[in-house]
């Protein structure tokens, strides 16, 4: 078995990981609520705190990732970010938990450039598309991680036994699979200025990653709430809602790579914009919860590709080492995705939850309409 074939294994298991640990914070959003008392602005703040760490950690990504490699600071991070997870209910202090959150957020954002940084070269290096497949194990990895965290409490597992059990087994995983990431030199070492916000090519693939981060974060947080309010379903209908936008995602994406290697990156890109868009509005513009749950399945489908096929550009902008450009359009893509949810809330609160769901249509047809030139870029 070829060394690629091995690094390109120990990689899937990092994206599982990290999926994993997004998953499980998710999951006990209302147990850290509970826990430490917190009102919804307070429980905000936490969440904006670690939105806040994942921004500050990408202005130096690039840096960081050069200087120590991917599979370094794979290793690091991950570590970090299991411990940051398993650490969510210890104590009762509100300081102590906006700090656990600032790390997570910071780690996991790092862990995030080095695996990709990672998966672009072992694209290289197998000369084929890999990237979607590598998040589609990202994907299977929150599923997972969401099953796991249903399922703790019929199992007798306490909420802080299930973050332990979950960070334990996610830093095993780690250990093991960074140590046969691939060593990839990156001409970022020999860069000595951090971050700057991008421009050209790079803002472009920043602003198209954070309209599709903000259209994917829309499904996960407000198709419940539409399909119990707009269209008056049942708590068990309404959770399909989810499960029909996820499961075509991770489908979408472990058969990304096979189209990724028949259809050129901007007619991929156009073709995601315009089956989001098309999804989206058919789950607004029919009255129907069958007809929305068949909406939102392709609006996954269209989202799936999306953020591999930007990372993989970004990746290859020239002048720009793997690791900066990845870092540039993820530190963009962080910024829609907190500014997302307050903004469609927004719309929802002076006009219905349905008004503010037609942004994620704008925003896939602006995908669609900038995919040329983006990729020719």
Not at 11 to 29: I, K, N, S
Not at 116 to 125: C, D, H, S, W, Y
Not at 158 to 181: D, F, K, N
Not at 338 to 361: D, F, R
Request: charged residues 10%.
């Amino acid at each position: 078995m070829t060394t690629v074939v091995v690094a390109s294994r120990a990689l899937r298991a990092q994206f599982f990981v990290l999926g994993v640990m997004f998953a499980t914070w998710g999951v006990h959003v209302p147990t850290v609520k509970g826990h430490y008392g917190l009102g919804e602005q307070a429980l905000a703040i936490a969440m904006l705190a670690g939105g806040a760490g994942a921004l500050l950690a990408l202005a130096q990504a690039g840096r960081v990732v050069g200087r120590w490699g991917p599979r370094s600071v794979s290793a690091a991070m991950g570590l970090l970010c299991c411990a940051a997870i398993a650490s969510l209910l210890v104590g009762q202090a509100y300081a102590a938990l906006l700090a656990v959150m600032l790390v997570f957020g910071a780690s996991g954002s790092l862990l995030d450039v080095a695996i990709n940084t990672e998966a672009t070269e072992i694209e290289r290096l197998s000369a084929r598309p890999l990237m979607s497949g590598f998040h589609g194990m990202f994907s299977l990895g929150g599923m997972a991680g969401a099953s796991l965290g249903s399922a703790a409490p019929a199992l007798g597992l306490s909420p802080q036994a299930h973050l332990l059990l979950a960070a334990g087994l996610g830093a095993a995983v780690v250990l093991i699979a960074s140590r046969a990431m691939l060593p990839v030199p990156e001409k970022a070492a020999e860069e000595k200025h951090p971050l700057s916000l991008p421009r050209g090519p790079l803002l472009l693939l920043g602003v198209l990653a954070a309209m599709g981060l903000i259209a994917e974060g829309a499904m996960y947080d407000w198709s419940v709430l539409f399909m119990k309010q707009e269209r008056a379903s049942s708590a068990s209908t309404a959770a399909l809602a989810y499960a029909s936008f996820s499961g075509a995602m991770a489908a979408g994406r472990f058969g990304g790579d096979w189209v990724r290697a028949r259809l050129a990156p901007r007619r991929l890109m156009r073709a995601s914009g315009v089956l989001a868009a098309a999804g989206m509005a058919l789950a607004l513009a029919l009255p129907s919860a069958p007809v929305a749950l068949a909406g939102f399945a392709l609006v996954g489908l269209g989202l799936s590709n999306v953020v591999p096929v930007l990372f993989s550009a970004a990746a290859q902008v020239p002048g720009v080492s793997s690791a900066h450009g990845i870092a540039a359009v993820s530190g963009v893509g962080y910024l829609g995705m907190m500014a997302g949810p307050p903004l469609i809330g927004l719309v929802a609160e002076h006009a219905s939850l349905g008004a503010g769901l037609v942004v994620v249509v704008v925003f896939a047809v602006f995908m669609a309409l900038s995919a040329k030139r983006a990729m020719r870029a």
